[in-house]
């Protein structure tokens, strides 16, 4: 258990809607990324973190934006909500280790459906 | 950026087979991880594996560097170890991983 929790775990929006998904973690880690997993696409790089107000853009950033105020918390808003947003979201966390060795852990996902 | 191919893209094996998954980059790697996505949806990670060999139990693991591909083997296969497999990269400056689109394996009982 690497001590990420994602909320909401489900959550069903309509098209033009805001939605804000939040990503917590327990191990004090510097970066912290935010992915979709679409089938046929894989898991791809939203928006990524490096430290509390420090943030960078992904490969698939448009439509999304994300805060980090907190160690702690890195949160990932859809300003209005589209149905080509309808994805699973991945939270992973990770450390500078040995050699630069980025290691990462992923978090439970959160299944979001925009009607 | 970084290419990532894995292969085979499907796997069917019964209880108790062996089975080698390979990954391929297209560029030099600081990071490469194995992960199994199980029918939950869970991201488990197996492996941290940038060069060399690793083992976990029925799991083993070995990245070469030069030649740029990775395998992961399973051995004595469980239906529990149907899921996805994903070979993840990291190359260069960047900071997050690229993926691979994965191997589906299903372990009949």
């Known amino acids: 258990d690497a001590g990420i929790t994602q909320s909401p775990r489900h959550k069903v929006t309509e098209t033009g809607t805001p939605v804000t998904l939040r990503c917590h973690q327990t191990?004090?880690?510097?970066?912290m990324y935010w992915y979709r997993q679409d089938p046929g696409h894989g898991l791809r790089l939203i928006h990524y973190?490096?430290?509390?107000?420090?943030?960078d853009k992904g490969e698939v950033s448009d439509g999304y934006s994300v805060s980090r105020s907190k160690t702690e918390d890195f949160l990932l808003t859809l300003e209005s909500a589209t149905s080509s947003q309808t994805s699973v979201y991945f939270c992973?966390?990770?450390?500078?280790?040995?050699?630069?060795?980025?290691?990462?852990?992923f978090g439970p996902g959160t299944r979001l459906t925009v009607t | 950026g970084i290419q990532v191919e894995q292969s085979p893209p499907d796997l069917i094996l019964q209880e108790g087979a062996n089975s080698t998954l390979r990954c391929n980059f297209s560029d030099s790697v600081n990071n490469l991880q194995w992960f199994h996505q199980n029918p939950w949806g869970q991201l488990i990670n197996l492996f941290y594996?940038?060069?060399g060999t690793k083992q976990n139990g029925r799991l083993s693991a070995t990245t070469v560097a030069t030649e740029r591909y990775s395998l992961l083997y399973i051995s004595s296969s469980q239906t529990t170890d149907s899921g996805v497999y994903f070979c993840a990269v990291l190359s260069g400056s960047a900071r997050q991983l690229t993926f691979g689109s994965g191997t589906q394996l299903t372990v009949l009982p």
């Open positions: 992973a966390i990770s450390e500078v280790g040995d050699r630069s060795s980025y290691e990462q852990y």
């Open positions: 191990e004090n880690h510097r970066y």
């Open positions: 973190s490096y430290g509390v107000k420090d943030t």
């Open positions: 594996i940038p060069s």
